[in-house]
């Protein structure tokens, strides 16, 4: 926990201060929490995911903010491509746009090989990408049901 909060304030202190985080923030319709309530300095990071994935035509972008029910992180950002290909195109996305943007490297990156379900572990957010089918398998949303849900709308198609 405290390898946690030490890496918080050294993000903290990197970035510049954001001026009106709401005006800057991707659109997001919640179904459990007003978005005011998540978009705190802590969510920087997750908002630069959900920009990836949009660019790469994530679908069902989820954000699950776990901060009042776990303690092995923050937020699930969870979606799902079409195939294998754009799944790996995603992770990809991700990962380039943080080590670009914030500087930041996953711990860990599981599944990538196979594509069905990647899982990259940044520590205070997890991003998940599935495939539609595993994505219907797991259903993290229903493990997760007392999390507060933020769903992001779909890009144009």
Same mark, same amino acid.
């Given at each position: 926990?405290?390898?946690?909060?030490? +890496?918080?304030?050294?993000?903290?202190?990197?970035?510049?201060?954001?001026? +009106?985080?709401?005006?800057?923030?991707?659109?997001?319709?919640?179904?459990? +929490?007003?978005?005011?309530?998540?978009?705190?300095?802590?969510?920087?990071?997750?908002?630069?995911?959900?920009?990836?994935?949009? &660019?790469?035509?994530?679908?069902?972008? #989820?954000?699950? &903010?776990?901060?009042?029910?776990?303690? %092995?992180?923050? %937020?699930?950002?969870?979606?799902?491509?079409?195939?294998?290909?754009?799944?790996?195109?995603?992770?990809?996305?991700?990962?380039?746009?943080?080590?670009?943007?914030?500087?930041?490297?996953?711990?860990?990156?599981?599944?990538?090989?196979?594509?069905?379900?990647?899982?990259?572990?940044?520590?205070?957010?997890?991003?998940?990408?599935?495939?539609?089918?595993?994505?219907?398998?797991?259903?993290?949303? #229903?493990?997760?049901?007392? +999390?507060?849900?933020?769903?992001?709308?779909?890009?144009?198609?």
């Amino acid at each position: 926990m405290a390898t946690k909060t030490a +890496a918080k304030k050294a993000v903290k202190t990197a970035l510049p201060k954001k001026k +009106a985080a709401a005006s800057k923030a991707p659109k997001l319709e919640s179904e459990s +929490a007003p978005v005011e309530d998540v978009l705190q300095e802590d969510s920087y990071a997750w908002e630069e995911v959900v920009k990836a994935i949009q &660019d790469k035509q994530g679908r069902k972008i #989820r954000v699950l &903010d776990l901060r009042d029910i776990t303690s %092995f992180t923050d %937020f699930f950002i969870i979606t799902n491509g079409t195939n294998i290909r754009q799944n790996m195109a995603i992770c990809d996305e991700v990962e380039g746009r943080l080590k670009r943007e914030l500087n930041d490297r996953p711990s860990s990156i599981e599944g990538y090989e196979t594509g069905e379900w990647v899982l990259m572990d940044y520590g205070d957010y997890i991003v998940h990408v599935f495939s539609e089918e595993k994505r219907a398998y797991y259903d993290l949303e #229903r493990l997760y049901r007392n +999390a507060k849900l933020i769903e992001i709308p779909d890009g144009p198609e």
